[in-house]
Nanobody, 118 residues
Framework: QVQLVESGGGLVQPGGSLRLSCAAS????????MNWYRQGPGKEREWVAS???????NYADSVKGRFTISRDNAKNAAYLQMNSLKPEDTAVYYC????????????WGRGTQVTVSS
Protein backbone atom coordinates (compact mmCIF):
# COMPACT_ATOMS: atom_id res chain seq x y z
CA GLN A 1 0.00 0.00 0.00
CA VAL A 2 2.98 2.28 0.58
CA GLN A 3 6.14 2.21 -1.45
CA LEU A 4 9.43 4.01 -0.87
CA VAL A 5 11.78 4.51 -3.79
CA GLU A 6 15.30 5.87 -3.41
CA SER A 7 17.20 7.59 -6.19
CA GLY A 8 20.29 9.69 -6.72
CA GLY A 9 23.01 7.17 -5.98
CA GLY A 10 26.04 6.69 -8.14
CA LEU A 11 29.80 6.90 -8.37
CA VAL A 12 31.52 9.97 -6.95
CA GLN A 13 35.11 10.92 -6.19
CA PRO A 14 36.28 11.50 -2.62
CA GLY A 15 35.34 15.00 -1.54
CA GLY A 16 32.42 15.10 -3.92
CA SER A 17 28.71 15.37 -3.26
CA LEU A 18 25.52 13.48 -3.95
CA ARG A 19 21.89 14.15 -3.15
CA LEU A 20 19.67 11.17 -2.47
CA SER A 21 15.90 11.29 -2.75
CA CYS A 22 13.24 9.11 -1.18
CA ALA A 23 9.76 9.29 -2.64
CA ALA A 24 6.81 7.75 -0.83
CA SER A 25 3.71 6.80 -2.74
CA UNK A 26 0.50 4.92 -2.15
CA UNK A 27 -2.05 5.16 0.62
CA UNK A 28 -0.30 7.53 3.00
CA UNK A 29 -2.00 8.90 6.09
CA UNK A 30 0.85 10.61 7.94
CA UNK A 31 4.59 10.23 7.75
CA UNK A 32 5.72 10.51 11.34
CA UNK A 33 9.43 10.24 10.75
CA MET A 34 11.86 9.47 7.99
CA ASN A 35 15.29 7.95 8.28
CA TRP A 36 18.29 7.09 6.19
CA TYR A 37 20.32 3.95 6.82
CA ARG A 38 23.26 2.49 5.00
CA GLN A 39 24.97 -0.85 4.70
CA GLY A 40 28.52 -1.14 3.46
CA PRO A 41 29.97 -4.32 1.97
CA GLY A 42 30.41 -6.94 4.67
CA LYS A 43 28.99 -4.64 7.33
CA GLU A 44 25.80 -4.41 9.33
CA ARG A 45 23.18 -1.88 8.44
CA GLU A 46 23.65 1.34 10.38
CA TRP A 47 21.50 4.36 11.02
CA VAL A 48 22.66 7.56 9.35
CA ALA A 49 20.10 10.32 9.91
CA SER A 50 16.52 10.97 10.95
CA UNK A 51 13.96 13.72 10.70
CA UNK A 52 10.69 14.03 12.60
CA UNK A 53 7.37 15.34 11.38
CA UNK A 54 8.30 18.65 12.98
CA UNK A 55 11.62 18.85 11.21
CA UNK A 56 13.91 17.91 14.08
CA UNK A 57 17.02 16.16 12.81
CA ASN A 58 19.63 13.81 14.21
CA TYR A 59 22.78 12.38 12.69
CA ALA A 60 25.26 9.64 13.29
CA ASP A 61 28.59 10.99 14.47
CA SER A 62 30.28 9.69 11.34
CA VAL A 63 28.29 12.02 9.09
CA LYS A 64 27.73 15.10 11.25
CA GLY A 65 28.73 18.26 9.49
CA ARG A 66 28.77 16.54 6.11
CA PHE A 67 25.26 15.15 5.56
CA THR A 68 21.94 16.96 5.77
CA ILE A 69 18.54 15.29 5.92
CA SER A 70 15.43 17.18 4.88
CA ARG A 71 11.85 16.50 3.92
CA ASP A 72 9.10 17.94 1.78
CA ASN A 73 5.77 16.99 3.29
CA ALA A 74 3.81 18.22 0.29
CA LYS A 75 5.71 15.76 -1.89
CA ASN A 76 5.93 12.94 0.66
CA ALA A 77 9.65 12.97 0.10
CA ALA A 78 12.88 12.95 2.05
CA TYR A 79 16.37 13.88 0.94
CA LEU A 80 19.92 13.31 2.03
CA GLN A 81 22.49 15.83 0.89
CA MET A 82 25.92 14.26 1.20
CA ASN A 83 29.00 16.46 1.01
CA SER A 84 32.71 15.82 1.51
CA LEU A 85 32.19 12.17 0.74
CA LYS A 86 34.75 9.63 1.88
CA PRO A 87 35.46 6.10 0.63
CA GLU A 88 34.03 4.75 3.89
CA ASP A 89 30.68 6.26 2.91
CA THR A 90 30.41 3.62 0.20
CA ALA A 91 27.24 1.66 0.89
CA VAL A 92 23.72 0.93 -0.16
CA TYR A 93 21.58 3.69 1.28
CA TYR A 94 18.06 2.88 2.42
CA CYS A 95 15.12 5.11 3.22
CA UNK A 96 12.85 4.17 6.11
CA UNK A 97 9.56 5.83 7.00
CA UNK A 98 7.19 5.41 9.92
CA UNK A 99 3.66 5.96 8.70
CA UNK A 100 0.33 6.02 10.50
CA UNK A 101 -1.92 8.02 12.78
CA UNK A 102 -2.86 5.40 15.37
CA UNK A 103 -1.40 2.18 14.08
CA UNK A 104 2.11 2.82 12.84
CA UNK A 105 3.89 0.86 10.16
CA UNK A 106 7.52 0.97 9.11
CA UNK A 107 8.36 0.88 5.42
CA TRP A 108 11.71 0.38 3.76
CA GLY A 109 12.91 1.27 0.31
CA ARG A 110 15.00 -1.10 -1.77
CA GLY A 111 18.09 1.08 -1.55
CA THR A 112 20.40 2.98 -3.85
CA GLN A 113 24.11 2.35 -4.29
CA VAL A 114 26.62 5.05 -3.40
CA THR A 115 30.23 4.42 -4.33
CA VAL A 116 32.98 6.85 -3.33
CA SER A 117 36.18 6.07 -5.17
CA SER A 118 38.88 7.73 -7.21
Amino acid sequence: QVQLVESGGGLVQPGGSLRLSCAASGRISRINSMNWYRQGPGKEREWVASITDGGSTNYADSVKGRFTISRDNAKNAAYLQMNSLKPEDTAVYYCKANIGIRSRTTYWGRGTQVTVSS
